[in-house]
């Protein structure tokens, strides 16, 4: 059974940081794709970050290019998303997923979804 956990989100002031982690399980995550995506209340989910399963390439939202950036541990089976310069926009609840083709930027096309963790960004 694949899981995904996400944790690390929290309250951050408006130019903080912070690191959002992806545990994953049931699956052989060195082969998949990883991304985050966001969801802020009344929005639809949107693209943050992608990884390929090699970590060689990723691809970004412009909203956070720059400032965010993903990584993975594949020893760990882990996935990070370290978030820098925090904006209030930022709010919304992040959540991990993985697919097992190539990078992409669509919700639809990931199998796996975690739970989400709440990041709040207050001014």
């Known amino acids: 059974q694949v899981q995904l956990v996400e944790s690390g989100g929290g309250l951050v002031q408006a130019g903080g940081s912070l690191r959002l982690s992806c545990a994953t399980s049931?699956?052989?995550?060195?082969?998949?794709?990883m991304g985050w995506f966001r969801q802020a209340p009344g929005k639809e989910r949107e693209f943050v970050a992608t990884?390929?399963?090699?970590?060689?390439?990723?691809d970004y939202a412009d909203s956070v290019k720059g400032r965010f950036t993903i990584s993975r541990d594949n020893a760990k089976n882990t996935v990070y998303l370290q978030m820098n310069r925090l904006k209030t926009e930022d709010t919304a609840f992040y959540y991990c997923?993985?697919?097992?083709?190539?990078?992409?930027?669509?919700?639809?096309?990931?199998?796996?979804w975690g739970q989400g963790t709440q990041v709040t960004v207050s001014s």
């Open positions: 990884i390929s399963y090699s970590g060689v390439s990723t």
């Open positions: 997923a993985a697919r097992s083709l190539v990078l992409s930027r669509t919700p639809e096309d990931y199998n796996s």
């Open positions: 049931g699956l052989t995550f060195s082969r998949y794709t």
